[in-house]
């Protein structure tokens, strides 16, 4: 039995020997290969790589990243992972996180970690004219990247584009037994009515949250995927998505009998969400955060959003990719998406309230 | 009585070398309960607005969240009791056709991570589904069909992948206690019914509760399945004050709620069983039961067709989707994948089942009353991890080792002047220390209950020829527990293979596990793009099954 412990102990320390790619061993990699060409002068200073922690997934990232490094030779690592244990693990490591930089797909998330002090305030001019005012922090904390704008979807066969408006219209009677929504322990619905309490105030946000669920077709879903499908299927006539999602039905098969409306162009502009970035307080490398950030806001990158998830990017001179082109452009809702994160808790609590599940 | 009482008591027992092995034992459990333990400190966190979200909780849903929670316990407690139970028996002391296919076959759906079969299930059955939509297009569009996200469906999806626990642990104990103690029922007249429910039931019971409880367990944990559902639970609501309201106090609160409610049922089981001990005779090699025409047919139809639902059909499923995207998915980087994978569960079974097995051996030491006690607790506790849904163990592995990492740190700084980056926390060590908290009641239960059958005569007798007790264990206790050994070994192995939480927050950098890919396919929604790692994870988590029917033994697991 000592055997097997010895043997355990030893493979467990071997493992441990080749596989930790620790940070610290890479800045040295790093640091022996300064006078690599690619090299731009101003980019001299930053020797060592910058550390991001993501929640946005792997495939979405790393093509970008992989162009970052290629084009300014400062190499990206990152860890990927849940919004929560990311936020929780950035807190606990205080002064002494890897994490040069936080990525979440969501403004909820980046304003908790900005309110819970994890991010630094950039002053960026490149970011200031990049990225409009309403997708980033006021205080310079978190800037969006792209946006995923949340908003009306109908069956052709069924329903008059003529007969949609705005989310607050989906309460009329004449829908009836024929909406459908996703949960709203989605993040996306969470935003959605925090800007809703913000410009019409609780009492109204509730009476709109009250009127949709009274005119569910069915127990809500757990994805805007299960939505769209229920309405191709006939269970329901209209429903509430993030575009991409009807984006990637229609990249499959382009007669997808489900088609996109933007909501409330006439008043106050289609609701958007972020993905978004900051720099942490405690990074090791501050600068290299910061030009990744500011890339990210730039041209190239900001068609990238575009074509791998069939976002909009949030730089507002880049075009989208085809598909969302054909969407035509719209106008959006202009309140800062920090409100959807500063009302969110009330929003949750609203929707319980309401009994919207 | 418990053997190690009466040893404790004797003069064979006093002069029994047992203090290191108590000390290691300790510094394990300490390891392994200290993520834990961190958990409750959250209730030092009680200021205005953990006090709001707990009005708002009783005020708006804390009831509909309590009452789905127990009707799934309860759901789900029969139905894996119901299958596991009768499957086990079946194929341990029966024969009929395809009985040797069956006996490991059936252990299969333990591969399949649950909001999987979660999600294959709602696929097919939903209103936009081939099933509705066929059976709409016979009857019409006003065909009644059950809610597909109703309690019932949770609890027939999960009781399907959560059953091989008890088949398992129940398989080893019918097999263990053979035909004999039936033939005893039956020769006192009792019919062959009542011989099972008065004889044979009984004597398993330590084994099949403890696979309900870590059926149960898992249940409370699950936070993918029933969401797919969108089923409210106590799980769920943890989730929502965490991401929802921003409050891991609150979530932890209710989280550690939940612990104390695992620890409440885990002790009256105990109180329940009380004194009742049963041992295990060697009674292998007794011819099974043989099953003829109607009944051998009503048996293999019965195992198939569970076999079809809780494994073929949804692995068929995810193969078909798997085949679409396999050349697109499939490149160099995915042998990493495979590879980590594996030497994680490998490392990880070894290191937690080693880890069971000397807490489990602790207990049965010499030792007063009070001290005995407290290996109680301390075991007890040791175990709960399982039952914590997956991220908010998570936090407790992170904060406890941020803790640790600081303090060592610090003491590089302060005593040797010597500046050190943290590197507990993002390594491979503490990664298999966090497996090991999560899964030690799936390790424990299969090795305690495989402890439970031993008689204590022959181990009385190995010491009073003067064993030391790592002597004892070795040449003794391990070959007898053999079979609960060999069944936490592939629990562990295909529960950690299957692992997402811990492993997202506390692997390597870059360090990349299928179960990552799955999470990482499924988190934007794409489900169909997860089919190639779930195939791949499932076909890994045959490997075991395989090695053990190559070793001639599958009678044994």
Partial sequence: ?357 | MNPSTVLASSTVGRSFGSLPWKIISYLIAAIVIIPILVIFTQWGTVGYGEQAIWQHLFNTKLDRLLLNTVVLLFGVGFGVTLLGVSLAWLCSVCDFPGRRVFEWALMLPLAIPAYVMAFVFLGMMNYAGPVQTALRGWFGQDVYFPNVQGSGAVIVVLSLVLYPYVYMLARSAFVAQGRQILDAGRILGKSYWQAFFRLAIPVARPAIVAGIALALMETLADFGAVSIFNYDTFTTAIYDAWYGLFNLAVAAQLASLLLLFVALMLVLEQKGRAQARYIQKSSRNLRPYQLRGGRALAASAYCTGIFLIAFALPFAQLVLWAMEIVAEEFNPRYWSFLFNTLGLGVIAALATTVFALMLAYVKRLPGAARERRWQGLAIRVSTLGYALPGSVLAVGIILSFTLLDQALVSAAREMFSLSIRPFLVGSLFALVLAYSTRFMAVAFAPVESGFERINPTVIEAAKSLGSSPGRVLRQVYVPLLRPGILTALIIVFVDVMKEMPATLIMRPFGWDTLAVRIYQMTAEGQWERAALPSVTLILLGLIPVILLIRSGRPAQI
């Fill in chain 1, 1 to 357: 039995m000592i055997r097997y412990y010895v043997f355990f102990i030893l493979s467990l320390i071997l493992l441990q020997a080749c596989s930790q790619d620790s940070p610290a061993d890479a800045q040295q990699n790093n640091a022996g290969d300064q006078d690599s060409p690619r090299i731009s002068p101003a980019d001299a200073a930053i020797t060592s790589p910058v550390i991001v922690y993501s929640s946005r997934q792997e495939h979405l990232i790393k093509p970008m990243f992989d162009r970052f490094t290629e084009e300014t030779g400062i190499e990206v690592q990152y860890q990927t992972g849940e919004e929560g244990p990311l936020i929780a693990r950035l807190q606990a490591e205080g002064e002494m996180t890897f994490a040069d930089m936080l990525y979440t797909v969501d403004a909820g998330y980046l304003w908790t970690a900005a309110d819970r002090g994890l991010l630094a305030p950039l002053e960026s001019e490149v970011l200031q004219n990049n990225i409009p005012a309403h997708l980033r922090d006021p205080q310079g904390r978190w800037f969006g990247l792209s946006v995923r704008a949340r908003t009306i979807v109908y069956a052709r066969d069924r329903v008059e584009p003529s007969e949609l408006s705005s989310y607050e219209a989906l309460t009329e009677p004449r829908w009836q037994g024929r909406l459908c929504l996703r949960t709203s322990k989605e993040v996306y619905n969470m935003s959605l009515v925090a800007t809703m309490i913000e410009r019409h105030g609780e009492a109204a946000a509730q009476d709109i949250v009250e009127g949709w669920v009274a005119n569910l077709a069915a127990p809500v879903f757990s994805s805007d995927n299960l939505v769209l499908e229920a309405i191709a299927a006939g269970q329901c006539d209209v429903g509430l998505v993030n575009s991409y999602y009807l984006g990637r039905k229609i990249a499959e098969d382009p007669e997808y009998p489900v088609a996109l409306f933007w909501a409330n162009q006439d008043s106050s502009g289609t609701h958007v969400n972020i993905s978004g970035a900051g720099v942490t307080r405690h990074a090791q490398n501050p600068q290299g955060a910061r030009r990744l950030i500011e890339w990210l806001s730039t041209q190239e990158p900001q068609e990238m959003f575009s074509e791998l998830n069939l976002e909009y990017p949030a730089n507002p001179e880049v075009m989208p990719t085809a598909i969302v082109r054909d969407w035509g452009s719209f106008n959006q809702d202009q309140i800062n998406v920090e409100a959807a994160g500063r009302r969110q808790a009330e929003a949750v609590m609203l929707m319980d309230r309401a009994d919207y599940r």
